[in-house]
């Protein structure tokens, strides 16, 4: 009974995320049907506005790497089942997200503006390419895993997880962090750059640095000489760059 709750939680946790996803993919493209977006939103003066949205940047950021330490999640599992851990931290990040877009001051001064319709045009494919190689990615390295899916799936069949294992599937053969990459692209081609929207580039754009070299720390930890060669022969985030 107790795992079938488990399997059940992780379903909700999961759609709840997917639904965030998406809804991320309309702020950030400030998509008609959306309210709020990154360029409609709440309104304030340039001070007020700069410290509110620098705020939620930052507390999204604190959360998805605080929870996703190897310390924190052994202490976090004294509380929270070890079935339910990732999908737990999966909710969290949903909420620290939808509070985000929730509470989104909009700065709407523009920085660009592309107004050649090929030019917009080719923003936009990024743009699309972008979110298309975030999803692949996860799918590469174990969706269900990643979202805590499978760990509730497991639990209920009373089967243990099989070891972690360094693949370079498809994208990760050219780069080490193709998911990040995927939202680099995301976050930055637009046809019409503003303040705000900048600010949001910028921010997730430090995050997901800082996040990186924090998941590679780990990641050495657990494949040691293996990742350590991977990591010279493969880019971060572009094709051959950092190659040795």
């Not at 995320?17 to 993919?25: Q, S």
């Not at 996703?68 to 931290?89: D, H, L, M, Q």
């Not at 923003?123 to 805590?148: K, P």
Request: proline share 6%; charged share 15%; with cysteine.
């Amino acid at each position: 009974m107790v795992r079938a709750f488990y399997l059940a939680y992780a379903a909700l946790c999961y759609a709840i995320f997917f639904a965030t996803f998406l809804y991320l993919i309309a702020f950030v493209g400030n998509f008609p049907f959306a309210q709020p977006t990154v360029d409609f939103a709440r309104d304030a003066p340039p001070g007020r506005t700069l410290l509110i949205d620098v705020a939620l940047i930052a507390l999204f950021g604190v959360q998805h790497s605080a929870m996703a330490r190897p310390g924190f999640k052994a202490a976090w599992t004294r509380i929270v089942p070890a079935p339910i851990e990732r999908s737990t931290y999966v909710l969290f990040a949903s909420g620290v997200l939808i509070i985000l877009m929730l509470f989104w001051h909009e700065w709407a001064t523009p920085v660009w503006t592309v107004t050649n319709p090929v030019g917009a045009a080719v923003l936009w494919a990024l743009f699309g390419l972008g979110w298309l190689i975030v999803l692949v990615s996860t799918f590469l390295i174990n969706h269900f895993e990643l979202f805590g899916l499978q760990q509730a799936w497991f639990a209920l069949r009373e089967r243990a997880a099989a070891p972690p294992v360094l693949r370079q599937p498809l994208f990760y053969r050219f780069v080490r962090h193709p998911l990040y990459a995927g939202f680099f692209l995301a976050f930055w081609a637009t046809p019409a750059m503003t303040v705000g929207h900048l600010l949001l580039a910028a921010g997730f754009s430090l995050y997901m640095l800082i996040a990186i070299r924090l998941e590679e720390r780990d990641l050495l930890d657990i494949f040691g000489e293996a990742y350590a060669g991977y990591r010279r022969r493969v880019g971060m985030l572009i094709p051959r760059i950092g190659r040795r």
